[in-house]
């Protein structure tokens, strides 16, 4: 039996979490746009895990 479910939700939620922890400006919504969006923004959340 897979757990695929399960491990997409853990790693949502560790993304969803880091977002969070990013002190940038701007609502939560457009964090994950911007991030998305500009490669900078993208790198600039990444290195926060």
Request: charged residues 30%; glycine residues 10%; aromatic residues 8%.
């Amino acid at each position: 039996m897979s757990n695929d479910p399960q491990d997409l939700a853990i790693l949502r939620h560790l993304a969803l979490n880091v977002m969070r922890k990013d002190a940038g400006k701007g609502y939560f919504r457009g964090k994950l746009r911007r991030a998305g969006w500009d490669d900078a923004d993208l790198s600039k959340v990444l290195g926060l895990f």
